[in-house]
């Protein structure tokens, strides 16, 4: 929803950044075009928070963001998909003075504030919410005789399994699995198989922490159309069940 809202305002964002004259503060130059988006962690898709870099590559995220993947074996970097070794990642202290140093205007009311602070601003800023409240609704890319599909299962947010915390996507489910429920040695059902059209809500993982690792890197909904591909998507589910058992 969030990456849909940054479109749809992006057009008017960079209007009103043309025609706002440049502060006389003493605040450090910016670039002129998208310097929020020049700051935005590329797997949330928001200005950083706590941001850390890789050393082989250089590239930057938040802190958070990164996290799943250090736990697993042989990570990759979720931009340039190289290997890189977890030790080697460190705080990005130059891109949090950067953080402190620039300014944006907020997309809703063009307020400018410090990137450091623009996550809290707009989580306060009554016109963002309006904005976001107002975003267009889905509607088919071309025109089509097929309805609208409804009542679609919430495949976007999860439970845990273990303790029952809600509103967990995909990477804070692992996140707060690993932190939590580590050594937890139950067996318990994947919350994000059994949203699936092909789950089953009875079988329980043997191992649900490295089931969550190996089998849930990417969301589903990247690569899997449900409403016309769900017979093929089962069958590869399946598939990869059967590889895995």
Known sequence: ?????????????????????????????????????????PICLEVYHKPVSIASCAHTFCGECLQPCLQVTSPLCPLCRVPFDPKKVERSSSVEKQLASYKAPCRGCSKKVALVKMRSHIASCSKVQEQIANCPKFVPVVPTSQPIPSNIPNRSTFVCPFCGA????????????MDNHRNDPNKVVCPVCSAMPWGDPSYKSSNFLQHLLHRH???????????IDEEAALQAALALSLAEN
Do not use: W
Request: aromatic share 10%; hydrophobic share 30%; net charge negative.
């Open 1 to 41: 929803m969030m990456a849909m809202f940054r479109s749809f305002v992006s057009a008017s964002t960079q209007l009103r950044q043309q025609q706002q004259p440049s502060s006389g503060s003493g605040s450090p130059a910016a670039p002129a075009e998208g310097i929020e988006s020049q700051f935005s962690c």
């Open 166 to 177: 809600r509103n967990l996507d995909q990477q804070e489910l692992v996140k707060h699995c």
């Open 217 to 227: 890197k990417f969301s589903y909904d990247t690569f899997v159309d449900y409403s």
